[in-house]
C-alpha cells in the first residue's frame, strides 16, 4: 500500500507540552434552550427560555424540540490554539475521563458535570481508515476516508451520545431525583449502548423493540446487558410514540435522540475528524441518516471549532438515505416545500427505517447551514455498495452502504471532485449484520441479482478436483 497523505504529516508533527486544563475556577456551563432560538439567532446569546441541563425536560413550552447551548463567551476566553492543543494532547491517554474521545472535549459537553458521575467505556478515538483501494479503483479518488464510529464499545456511533446521558442520569439519580430508570425505543443500536451504559453504573434500562425487524446480534446485547426489553409489534414509530406516552407517565428518563443530551456527545466525533486531520477541514462528510440527530451533531460540532477558531470553514454535509425511508429526501427534492412523514418500509438498513424522523427540523437547519445535499439508496445499491467495499478490506454495515451509494452518485454527477477529501461516515460494525451478508453471498435475497455475490465452491474431497477448481480461479484473476 502507499503511503497515506497523512503519513508524513503524522511523523513530523513536533512535540509540545501539554496544555494546563483550564482553571476549575473558570465557570464553563451549558442549558437546555429551544432549538428555534439556535436557528433564529445569529450568536450564543442567553434566551428568554432555558433550563438547567439538571431538569427533566424534552421539549419547549410550545412543544419544540431542545438544544445544549453552550457559554460561548466562557469558552472563547481560549483562543483555538489552546483548545487544539488541550484535546490533542488528551488522545490516548488512561486520565480518567479524558482518555474517552467524548470526555477529552469535556468542556464543549457536559462541563458542570463532576468526573466521579461520569459513566465511560473510553468510547470514540475511533479508526479513520484511508479507502485508499474502494476510492482509486471504484471512484477515481485519492482521499476517501471511512470514519469508522462502528468500532467502538458496543459496535456503533450510539455510544457516543449514550456516555453523555448516562452519566447525566447518574449524577441526577445521586442528587436523589426520582427516575427509577432509563427507557428508549429502538431499531437496535440506541438499545445495545443504552443497556451497557446503565449496566455499567447500575441503572435500570427499559427497551421498546420493533418485534422481527433487527437482526438478532442487535437484540441479544440488550438481553445480555440485562436490559428490561419489550418487543413491540409495531414500527419503530410506533414504539417511539409508546416510549414518550410511558415517559410522561412514570419517573423513566427518556433516551431517545428527542433528548438532545446524546447529540453533545455525537458531536465529539466531527470534533475528531478534525483532529485526525491535523485540524484540517475535509471538503465532504457523508452520514447515513435515520431520526436524524446525527446530521444536526456533525453540523454542531464543526460548527462550535468554526466559532471558536479551531478551524477557518466547515465541510460540506451529504445525508444519505434508504430509498424505503426516505422523508427527508423527499423534503429536499421538493424544494424544502412541505416535510411529509412516510411510513418506512423494510430496509436491511434497518436503523434508519424511520418515517417520521423526531429530529428533521435538526437535520433541515443543518444541511442549509452546510449548503448540504440529500441522496437515496435503493436496497439492490447499498448491499452491492456493502460488498462492493467489503472485496476491497472493508466489513461495513448497510448504512454504510447508504452513505457510500450517495457517494458513488455524487461522484458519478461531478459534484464530488476527483481530489475532494471526503469521509464516510460508518455507523455500525459490519458484525452485527452478518446475516444481511450471508443473505446477499449465497444470493438469497429476492428480487435482488446480488451481482457481487460470492458464495463459497463446493468441492469434493479430491486433489485433482482440488486443482481444477484453483487452476480455473486463477486462471480467471489473470486474465
Avoid at 191 to 205: K, R, T
Avoid at 238 to 255: D, F, H, N, W
Avoid at 331 to 347: D, H, I, L, M, N
Avoid at 445 to 470: E, H, T, W, Y
Wanted: proline residues 5%; hydrophobic residues 40%; neutral net charge.
Amino acid at each position: 500500500m502507499a503511503s497515506s497523505p497523512l503519513f508524513n504529516s503524522f511523523l513530523s508533527k513536533p512535540t509540545t507540552a501539554a496544555p494546563s486544563p483550564p482553571s476549575t475556577s473558570l465557570s464553563f456551563s451549558a442549558n437546555y434552550v429551544p432549538f428555534t432560538a439556535i436557528t433564529s439567532s445569529s450568536d450564543s446569546s442567553p434566551t428568554a427560555e432555558s433550563y438547567s441541563l439538571d431538569e427533566i425536560v424534552y421539549r419547549s413550552r410550545t412543544g419544540g424540540l431542545l438544544d445544549v447551548q453552550h457559554d460561548m463567551a466562557a469558552l472563547k476566553q481560549f483562543d483555538g490554539q489552546y483548545w487544539r492543543s488541550l484535546f490533542d494532547s488528551r488522545v490516548g491517554k488512561t486520565t480518567w475521563p479524558y482518555g474517552s474521545g467524548v470526555w477529552s472535549k469535556k468542556e464543549w459537553v457536559l462541563p458542570e458535570i463532576s468526573d466521579d458521575d461520569i459513566v465511560s467505556a473510553f468510547e470514540g478515538n475511533t479508526n479513520l481508515f484511508w479507502a485508499e483501494r474502494f476510492g482509486k479503483v471504484h471512484l477515481d479518488m485519492n482521499d476517501l476516508w471511512v470514519k469508522h464510529c462502528g468500532i467502538s464499545h458496543t459496535g456503533s456511533f450510539k455510544d457516543l451520545g449514550m456516555t453523555v446521558l448516562v452519566s447525566q442520569v447518574n449524577r441526577l439519580r445521586k442528587m436523589k431525583r426520582p427516575l427509577v430508570g432509563v427507557g428508549c425505543a429502538s431499531t437496535g443500536d440506541t438499545s445495545a449502548a443504552l443497556s451497557a451504559y446503565c449496566a455499567a453504573a447500575n441503572i435500570p434500562s427499559i427497551v421498546f423493540l420493533p418485534a422481527n425487524k433487527i437482526s438478532m446480534a442487535q437484540l441479544v446485547q440488550p438481553i445480555a446487558n440485562g436490559a428490561f426489553v419489550l418487543s413491540i409489534d409495531t414500527d419503530f414509530d410506533g414504539c417511539m410514540k409508546l416510549i414518550r406516552q410511558v415517559t410522561s407517565e412514570l419517573p423513566i428518563y427518556l433516551a431517545n435522540s428527542l433528548n438532545s443530551l446524546r447529540l453533545e456527545g455525537q458531536k465529539t466525533a466531527a470534533i475528531e475528524i478534525l483532529q485526525q486531520f491535523d485540524w484540517k477541514v475535509p471538503d465532504w462528510v457523508i452520514v447515513p441518516g435515520g431520526n436524524l440527530g446525527n446530521i444536526y451533531a456533525f453540523y454542531k460540532g464543526f460548527n462550535m471549532c468554526q466559532e471558536l477558531g479551531l478551524v477557518d470553514r466547515i465541510p460540506r454535509l451529504v445525508c444519505a438515505q434508504a430509498a424505503n425511508a426516505n422523508p427527508l429526501y423527499l423534503y429536499y427534492k421538493s424544494g424544502w416545500q412541505e416535510f411529509q412523514p412516510v411510513r418506512a418500509s423494510t430496509t436491511f438498513a434497518s436503523a434508519i427505517q424511520i418515517g417520521d424522523p423526531v429530529s428533521i427540523d435538526r437535520a433541515v437547519f443543518a444541511l442549509k447551514n452546510s449548503n448540504g445535499i440529500v441522496e437515496e439508496a435503493t436496497e439492490e445499491e447499498l448491499m452491492d455498495a456493502m460488498a462492493l467495499a467489503d472485496s476491497t478490506g472493508m466489513f461495513i454495515c448497510p448504512h454504510t452502504g447508504v452513505a457510500l451509494t450517495a457517494l458513488t452518485k455524487l461522484r458519478k454527477s461531478g459534484i464530488i471532485g476527483p481530489t475532494d477529501r471526503t469521509v464516510v461516515v460508518s455507523t455500525a460494525h459490519g458484525l452485527k449484520f452478518t446475516q444481511s451478508k450471508i443473505d446477499y453471498h449465497s444470493r438469497q435475497i429476492k428480487d435482488m441479482s446480488c451481482r457481487l455475490a460470492n458464495p463459497p465452491v463446493q468441492v469434493k474431497s479430491d486433489f485433482g478436483a482440488v486443482m481444477d477448481v484453483l487452476k480455473n480461479y486463477l486462471d480467471g484473476r489473470a486474465s
